[in-house]
């Protein structure tokens, strides 16, 4: 073998183990709740906190709005100021998609038609008033109740259980939310 096809040879295989030390240890999938009644998941859902996805980064009063269509899709409205309460008025309509029957815990969301987000049910409480909604893919979680605020107990437990789920909790940050009634009646 000549000199230049060696060390070429020799840095590729340098490079590849330098690669392959990089990668993180495979991840346990993602738990998700063994059962969501949905007629009790639909209403209006309001974002607590969340490792926030490019649209939702400096999001005021954000609310997750579910209805269950005839179809049994899932027709979602997703609303908030942009920057600040006196922000502009953003409006979502994506579609949710039940993927998994048996607990109707796995959804695909889909903004742009033809993909479909993961989308998973991790936590519910058993009275329905608060939901953590995760990802497997770990990069972005959204915690949700049914009222504009819950108590520094609530938010700490609902953040130590996403931090259980594999997730970088520095990312979470709180979504500012005013005293407001409900837009749609959610239901308890």
Partial sequence: MNRPTRTATLFACALAALLAGCQSAPRPPLSVVPHVDLERFMGDWYVIANIPTLIERGAHDAVESYRLADDGTIDTTFTFRDGGFDGEPKRYTPRGYVVDGGSNAVWGMQFVWPIKADYRIAYLAPDYSQTVIAREKR?????????????????GRLVRFVAAQGYDVS??????????????GGQS
């Fill in 171 to 184: 990312k979470i940050r709180r979504v500012p939310q005013r005293d407001r009634p409900a837009q749609s």
């Fill in 139 to 155: 990069d972005y979680v959204w915690i949700m109740a049914r009222t504009p605020r819950i108590s520094d107990e609530d938010y």
